[in-house]
């Protein structure tokens, strides 16, 4: 089955910094990569996913890359803001979704 | 569009105790997902409907998790006996397709085993 690592698992940035987050999966048939942003005591809410026929994409602040031969794929964020503090899940889908352990954003003001 | 209802939103139980969640997808969503998130890690997929037959319940612990979707619309997750480390949170999910659609989650239900 597919395995997906997630790093860091923690990450402090400064307001209006960048964040990155890098994923890596094991199973050469996943093709399709979302990333959820999951707030205290919320639902996980899909931000930004990716199909592997594509190698990166953006939305406003939020971009993703995706890099086949090397299986791993990274979600950045720029220009930060306080309401961006949350734990964000990779996960990669071959017949199913499996999630990275999460990394847990705080955003300073 | 109204998103993924579940219900109850937090339990309580004692250990051997049975416990049962709801889950109303999104209208018109063919294939329904349970989770299992523990405290600390990313959801784990527990079972996965299409229409109202199963596609994977590979990773359903079966001598003790029971699901059913009839008429292929709401799902129930049922436990019996529930275990202490059954505490967790149950999120429910829905999507369009099985092939790589984005999948729309619930608010879960907090399970407390005591």
């Known amino acids: 089955g597919e395995n997906v690592e997630q790093h860091p698992s923690t990450l402090s940035v400064q307001e209006g910094d960048s964040a990155v987050i890098k994923c890596t999966y094991s199973d050469s048939a996943s093709n399709y990569f979302p990333w959820y942003k999951q707030e205290l005591g919320k639902r996980p809410q899909l931000i930004i996913d990716?199909?592997?026929?594509?190698g990166e994409k953006k939305d406003q602040r939020i971009a993703v890359t995706l890099n086949k031969t090397a299986k791993h794929f990274s979600l950045h964020i720029t220009e930060t803001q306080p309401e961006d503090s949350a734990v964000y899940f990779c996960a990669a889908d071959d017949y199913k979704l499996s999630f990275g352990a999460g990394t847990t954003v705080t955003v300073r003001a | 569009e109204a998103g993924v209802a579940q219900s109850p939103r937090y339990k309580i139980i004692e250990k051997r105790q049975s416990v049962a969640f709801w889950c109303n997808p999104i209208?018109?969503?063919?294939?329904l997902y349970w989770y299992q998130q523990i405290l600390g890690q990313g959801p784990k997929l527990l079972i996965q409907?299409?229409?109202?037959?199963?596609?994977?319940d590979s990773q359903l612990p079966k001598d003790r998790f029971s699901a059913e979707r009839l008429k292929g619309v709401d799902s129930t997750l049922k436990i019996q006996p529930a275990k202490l480390e059954d505490s967790a949170v149950y999120l429910c999910?829905?999507?369009?397709?099985?092939?790589?659609?984005?999948?729309?989650f619930g608010d879960g239900t907090r399970l407390s085993i005591l």
């Open positions: 999910a829905s999507s369009e397709d099985r092939a790589n659609q984005p999948q729309h």
């Open positions: 409907f299409q229409n109202n037959g199963v596609v994977d």
């Open positions: 990716i199909r592997s026929n594509v």
């Open positions: 209208s018109g969503h063919a294939t």
